[in-house]
């Protein structure tokens, strides 16, 4: 089969896809602009309630969700460590023994730091909103 076609539709989708790309990065850059200084204005936040409100909260980084898949994430490692270390089985038990005790301590170990950088991190934050300000402080001062 020849092709009548006078151009190739391989180039053009790939000049499409760079094209589309340019523009919708374009378009999502102005987008968060705008959002930012509208939508994500502290001074709105009292304004919102129900959906806006959370909506807010999410996109403004008060509720913090990395906590719930940093869990989700370490169970998830925590079983494919689990059954994978069967496949050593019939290789050898030693290493079957290794990965599954050594595996699990590890994965755990690392996740528990990541979640204790998080911790210490709510923790900071709690604190900082029970110390009084400087800026009012020396505002009520004067």
Known sequence: MSNNYPFSYQMTTSNDAS????VSFLVA???G???Y???LNPKNAENYNGFTKKLYNFLS???MSL???LKICYLVFAIYI???SFSFISTSFIQFLLVLFIGNIMIRLIFEGC???LMIHKELVEINKKVPNKEKKEKDEK
């Open 19 to 22: 094209v589309w790309g340019i």
């Open 61 to 63: 980084f008060k509720v």
């Open 37 to 39: 200084f509208t939508f």
């Open 33 to 35: 602009i705008v959002l």
């Open 29 to 31: 850059l102005c987008a």
């Open 82 to 84: 689990t059954i994978s």
């Open 115 to 117: 979640l204790l950088i």
């Open 67 to 69: 906590e719930s898949i």
